[in-house]
Nanobody, 116 residues
């Protein structure tokens, strides 16, 4: 029932910026816990950022300065702004929502590739 669709990825040069989007349907996203994670080839999925409600945010160590998570409740959309992209940011980026019962719903991911 809950569907998450990521978009906004692509191929960019190091130092560039991207704004990823996650369209949410089938849930009350304004009250949910939403997150971004990423997975690079050969690596396990890595948690990136979290937003609780509309203003409480948490970030993985080392990413707070370049990554910004936000949400537009009116549009049921989650965003991840990434600045000063580095080659090590190359990964598939996934959004997810954790509902009131603790169940996690995942999107299909969007590919971010950063060239040096």
């Amino acid at each position: 029932q809950v569907q998450l669709v990521e978009s906004g990825g692509g191929l960019v040069q190091a130092g560039g910026s991207l704004r990823l989007s996650c369209a949410v349907s089938g849930s009350i996203s304004s009250f949910g816990v939403m997150e971004w994670s990423r997975q690079a080839p050969g690596n396990e999925r890595e948690w990136v950022a979290q937003i609780i409600g509309g203003d409480t945010t948490n970030y993985a160590d080392g990413l707070r300065g370049r990554f910004t998570i936000s949400r537009d409740n009116a549009k049921n959309t989650l965003y991840l702004q990434i600045n000063s992209l580095k080659p090590e940011d190359t990964a598939i980026y996934y959004c997810n929502e954790i509902d009131g019962g603790g169940k996690t719903y995942w999107g299909q991911g969007t590919q971010v590739t950063v060239s040096s």
